[in-house]
């Protein structure tokens, strides 16, 4: 089992940046780190993940060329830089982590998941 913090959300107003983080612990090996939110009354959605070997990402349409993932491998720490922020992208952010397979990189056979953080973008 993995267990997953994240950190980092806030209030920012549109144009800013601002960067999650997932701290990972547990039996952490062959998983894929995602990044999911969900918006008040929306379902949740996919934003995109990283192998843990830190080799290969992937993203949403929808956020692709604004959001990065990356990996601190010493800190085990999944990173989440979110730039150009608009409105739309008010969510609860939460990290989840799956075994990796071609399943994970379309946002699905994740088995755990953090506690979420808020991030508010206002206009």
């Known amino acids: 089992q993995v267990q997953l913090v994240e950190s980092g959300g806030g209030l920012v107003q549109a144009g800013d940046s601002l960067t999650l983080s997932c701290a990972a612990s547990?039996?952490?090996?062959?998983?894929?780190v995602g990044w999911f939110r969900q918006a008040p009354g929306k379902e949740r959605e996919f934003v995109g993940g990283i192998t843990w070997g830190g080799t290969q990402s992937f993203y949403a349409d929808s956020v692709k060329g604004r959001f990065t993932i990356s990996k601190d491998g010493a800190k085990n720490t999944v990173y989440l830089q979110m730039n150009n922020l608009k409105p739309d992208d008010t969510a609860v952010y939460y990290c989840?982590?799956?075994?990796?397979?071609?399943?994970?990189?379309?946002?699905?056979?994740?088995?755990?998941w953090g506690q979420g953080t808020q991030v508010t973008v206002s206009s």
């Open positions: 989840a982590a799956g075994l990796i397979s071609t399943a994970a990189s379309r946002g699905r056979g994740y088995t755990d």
């Open positions: 547990g039996r952490i090996f062959r998983h894929v």
